[in-house]
């Protein structure tokens, strides 16, 4: 009795493992599912004449390394300079940057950059943000991080899909580009790539999008009308992306690979998974705020509790796999319940072909090299970086359950402008 | 909210903190200008900066001319058809062409050909499926279970196995349903591949009306089962329009085909060329990468149920693993060594070209002219590869029976029809008159139609299964039903099931067993039978049978029966190798 319940119960568990295997994988795959897909991620061939104005957003912290580069190729973006207000968002207690930054404006001389410096006491990014968007004046707000390098023409591709579709949120493409530096950085970069490229179409499909940290183009009274950034969770932008959704705001994904914002992986083990930890601790704290359960459609609701809790899903099943084998192994099961316990292992053995593709593919549209020794470091990878991000999603747990809420910084050093 | 906040700025003579309050302050720089005279929407822009915006547009345009789009075009053969037929009036022509081929297979089919044991094996392992094992004894590898699970599904659906009055005949009925649906998947890849509807359907007749189709095509062979699966993999992959869910159906079937026989596993390489060829460049990657992957997964099934039963190795390789079992890889490696049969392959060249030699050498013309087409046209080098493919697989296997040929038979007429319709659509495109070809088109079909029909007549018209039915009421009236009952396989099921032909209204026979599985070394010899020919009763033999068992050395103590016994009864002619003996064993 009790040993047919434990299998049925087994086999509940293989079944969802399997389902969330086969999701994960159509997510990773969702663009190439049809050919009429590519066209959602090609930007447009003919630019409109520049009519929507643009604020843009400059947060940053403890960034003196890189913001000066980012403040320069921000004000040299291909778009009429009067259309523009670059606001560069900086904290109080972080006077390097800030100098930095003053230095740079006085040498550009240009009425359209302004810095606005932040009180330390209510908070980071997102309270950065806010104040930002009190002094925007431009039609469509969007955020740049401190080691962004965003397409020169980018605004132009903005402007042109503003006038061009009803829309009223686009998400452009964000890139990790220094694929090659560390060995966890291949599926660091092609989680970047698989997710703006494909899986957000998919979600953008469903009207429920979880929205990238930067390259995000609102329109500004929307954004007024939601009341900013949400100062409470550590992930402010996952956030922004259910209320936009919340309001039925519609969005647009578009990743094509000449126009990505490019970026880079964080530099070191210990850096990765602290990232790693603020995104699934602040996922939990969305999580429990429970502004999700608004979401209208039951699909929706879903959809987001599941983003939601998959990395720590993920990690709870990365570890049953290796459990389901040896079960095969050593329990008597029947026939075909023991073939069906095989079916999470070769999702996963596809999902790490399906990276190896994404690579060829990855180094194929940015124009790098393809190299075999590079496709065997990211096969080994493949198990270790499970471990990190399984490593990340306990740890963000612990955080959450001993009540540490503090933003774990990522420092950046510019290794994406290096790789190329 | 600005307002407020530009009423309260502080003028600071150094021109740098704009205001501040608790939590903010703003700094800005000399010169200060208000931002305010940004731009709204809706264009307050002159026309002087318009113009200035075209030109520089222009210019960035053509400066911008090596930007890749994405490569979407699919390969669509289908696209050049010149001739537009309502799709009513095409579903009419190919039904009608369907039903009259299926009324040709039809003829007599539950008495011709005469059963054999490649059709017995499949129908005593579905029966023996249904019963809880996977085959009547013990279960060789000898090939993958799938094609007796879906005959046994087949039985399950169509109400039992003698609905149809005997187990075979269930068994062809089920393959008449195969050979109209793989009719119709050839006529559809025919269509895609060479874009003219007409040649499908002349592909479709050769295809169905040649005889080697009209005898093999209705026999029970797993070979059926896979081509119907192997076609409509191909099918979903030619029409799919480059969808991934199509390419992923078309996966899932290529693997249950060669779950159903193991040899289709190799039709792997082709299936991926006509993958590479209907994705667009655009998904081609991932597409051929989850077409791979999903086929050896299916397949793999195969591999885990060995493991899982603990077969996977031969006996002796895995420490702690002495008992003698049956193995996977041990059935490979005795496949492979098994010596080839010279003879038995000119015997069945011999059948082949005696029952359809024209078709055979039309098809081997054809690939010929489709591997010159195929340097321009790569669905006509499509076609010869998957040809060749099964040509290959026939070559290099050390045993060829006759009935093998039946996957081939697709890709031949798929060649013929390939082959005659693109020369004459080149033919005619140069006069303008595509009409023609069409035309010839049916013509030949007209002309092969009534030409079949009237050369397959005679053939399909003996009743060769006659005897076998015979034999099995024969035993239904004569036999005590706890008899040990020695019989080809084909009998086997009918003995076995209740209601069944050899059974009738009584019991069924509790102790029959095929004769191939009362080896000298079979549990069945050792177990049942105790190495004892007295304890069995009686001995149904045909001319296999008898020339296996009075020659081969593993089946004395079967001979030894049969020498101790008496004929008590005899149907069939032994000129036309038809002829079935009912021995009793005479205890002494």
């Known amino acids: 009795m009790i040993g047919s319940i434990l299998e049925y119960l087994y086999l509940a568990i293989i079944v969802l493992m399997t389902i969330q295997a086969i999701f994960n994988i159509r997510l990773l795959l969702y663009i190439w599912e049809e050919p009429q897909q590519a ?26 390394d890189v913001y000066a580069y980012t403040l320069q190729k921000v004000y040299d973006l291909n778009y009429p300079k ?46 950065q943000l806010n104040l930002g968007l009190r002094m925007a004046k431009g039609d469509i707000v ?70 990238g940290g930067n390259t995000v183009f609102v329109r500004r009274d929307l954004m007024q009308r939601l009341g900013g950034w949400d100062h409470t969770t550590l992930t402010e932008d996952a956030d922004l992306g259910i209320r ?30 602290k990232q790693r930890t603020r995104w699934n601790q602040g996922f939990i704290q969305i999580l429990f705020s429970g502004r999700w359960m608004k979401l209208q459609k039951l699909s929706q609701k879903m959809l987001a509790l599941y983003v939601l809790i998959l990395p720590e899903l993920q990690a709870l099943f990365t570890i049953m796999i290796p459990v389901s084998v040896l079960l095969f192994f050593f329990v008597k099961l029947p026939v075909w319940l023991a073939i069906l316990t095989f079916m999470p292992l070769y999702c996963l053995i596809f999902s790490l072909f399906v990276s190896l593709a994404g690579l060829h593919e990855f180094v194929k549209v940015h124009h790098r090299q393809w190299k075999w020794r590079e496709a065997f470091i990211l096969l080994f990878a493949f198990a270790p970086y499970q471990l990190l991000l399984g490593i990340g999603a306990v740890r963000a747990v612990w955080r959450q359950m001993r009540g540490a809420a503090n933003w774990e910084k990522t420092a950046h050093i510019g290794q994406h402008r290096a790789a190329h | 909210m600005s307002q407020k906040i530009e009423d309260k700025v502080e003028k600071d003579p150094g021109n740098v903190t704009l205001f501040r309050t608790g939590n903010f302050f703003v700094h800005a720089f000399a010169p200060q200008v208000k931002t305010g005279s940004l731009q709204r929407t809706g264009g307050s822009t002159t026309i002087l900066e318009r113009i200035r915006w075209t030109s520089a547009e222009k210019r960035r345009l053509v400066a911008a001319q090596t930007r890749l789009l994405p490569q979407l075009e699919t390969a669509n053969a289908a696209l050049r058809q010149e001739i537009t037929i309502p799709l009513a009036l095409e579903s009419l022509v190919v039904a009608l062409a369907i039903f009259i081929t299926l009324v040709v297979q039809a003829i007599n089919i539950f008495n011709y050909p ?65 050979a109209a649906a793989s009719s119709l998947l050839l006529y559809l890849i025919t269509s895609r591949l060479s874009g003219s509807r007409s040649a499908a359907l002349l592909a479709m007749i050769i295809y169905a009306l040649t005889p080697l189709s009209l005898v093999y095509r209705r026999e029970v062979l797993v070979d059926n089962i896979g081509t119907f699966w192997l076609l409509l993999s191909l099918c979903l992959i030619t029409t799919g329009k480059s969808k991934s869910s199509t390419f992923v159906m078309a996966a899932a079937a290529l693997g249950i085909a060669s779950l159903t026989l193991d040899n289709f596993l190799l039709f792997l390489p082709a299936m991926l060329y006509a993958v590479w060829l209907y994705a667009t460049p655009f998904q081609r990657k991932f597409s051929l990468l989850t077409f791979l992957y999903i086929v050896l997964v299916v397949f793999s099934a195969y591999v885990l149920l060995a493991l899982l039963r603990g077969e996977l190795f031969p006996p002796g390789v895995l420490p702690g693993d002495t008992k003698p079992h049956m193995s996977l890889i041990g059935a490979l490696i005795q496949k492979w060594q098994t010596s080839v049969a010279p003879e038995q392959f000119a015997a069945t060249w011999s059948t082949w070209i005696q029952t359809g030699g024209l078709f055979l050498l039309a098809g081997l013309v054809a690939m010929g002219i489709n591997v010159l087409g195929g340097t321009v046209n790569r669905f006509q080098l499509l076609a010869v590869l998957l040809a060749a493919t099964y040509s290959i697989i026939l070559l290099v296997s050390h045993v060829v029976y006759p009935f093998s040929i039946v996957p081939l ?51 399909l018209a003996p009743d060769a299964a006659l005897p076998q039915q015979q034999a099995l009421l024969w035993m239904r009236d004569n036999a005590p039903r706890n008899a040990v009952v020695i019989t080809p396989s084909y009998l086997y099921s009918d003995l076995r099931q209740p209601g069944s032909m050899g059974v009738g209204t009584g019991q069924p026979f509790s102790h029959v067993y095929i004769y191939t599985d009362v080896t000298s ?31 081969g050395e593993q089946y004395a103590l079967l001979n030894e029966a049969y020498h101790h016994g008496v004929l008590r009864a005899a149907y069939g002619s032994k000129n036309d190798g038809t002829l079935i003996q009912i021995y009793q064993v005479i205890l002494t």
């Open chain 1, 142 to 211: 969007t955020i740049f991080d401190a080691e962004d390098e965003p397409h020169p023409d980018i605004l132009q591709v903005i402007n042109t899909t503003f006038l061009n579709e009803p829309v009223d949120v686009v998400q452009s493409g964000v890139q990790l580009m220094n694929y090659n530096t560390r060995w966890f950085c291949f599926l660091n970069v092609l989680e970047y790539f698989f997710w703006f490229k494909s899986a957000l179409h998919f979600f953008a499909s469903c009207g429920m999008t979880p929205l």
């Open chain 1, 39 to 64: 066209w959602l991620n090609s930007a447009p061939t003919i630019y409109r004449e520049p009519r929507l104005s643009f604020t843009i957003l400059l947060p940053a912290y403890h960034e003196e």
């Open chain 1, 82 to 127: 009067k259309l523009v207000q670059v606001i560069a968002l900086l904290r109080e207690h972080d006077p390097g940057t800030i100098k930095v930054a003053q230095e740079k404006l006085a040498q550009l001389r240009a009425p359209n950059v302004q810095l606005l410096v932040t009180s330390d006491t209510f908070g980071g990014k997102p309270h």
């Open chain 2, 114 to 178: 005469a059963y054999t044991a490649a059709e017995g094996d499949p129908m005593a392992s579905a029966w023996a499926l249904l019963h809880g094992q996977i085959t009547p004894s013990v279960y060789t590898y000898n090939q993958p279970p799938l094609g007796w699970i879906q005959i046994a599904a087949w039985v399950q659906l169509t109400g039992g196995i003698a609905s149809f009055g005997n187990a075979i005949n269930s068994g062809r009925v089920f393959m008449l349903v195969l």
């Open chain 2, 409 to 459: 038979l697709p890709f031949m007429a798929l060649n013929i029809a390939l082959a005659l319709n693109t020369p004459l659509r080149w033919l005619t495109r140069k006069i303008g008159f595509d009409l023609a070809r069409a035309l010839l088109c049916f013509i030949l079909i007209g002309a092969l139609v009534p030409a079949s029909i009237q050369q397959a007549l005679p053939l």
């Open chain 2, 521 to 551: 070394d079979s549990q069945i010899a050792y177990g049942q039978l105790k190495g004892n020919w007295q304890r069995i009763h009686y001995l149904i033999v045909d001319a296999a049978m008898l020339k296996d068992i009075t020659s």
């Open chain 1, 244 to 273: 936009l959704c919340i309001a039925k705001a519609r969005v647009r994904i578009l990743y094509d690979d000449e126009f990505v914002t490019k970026e880079e992986t964080p530099h070191t083990i210990e850096q990765f998974i």
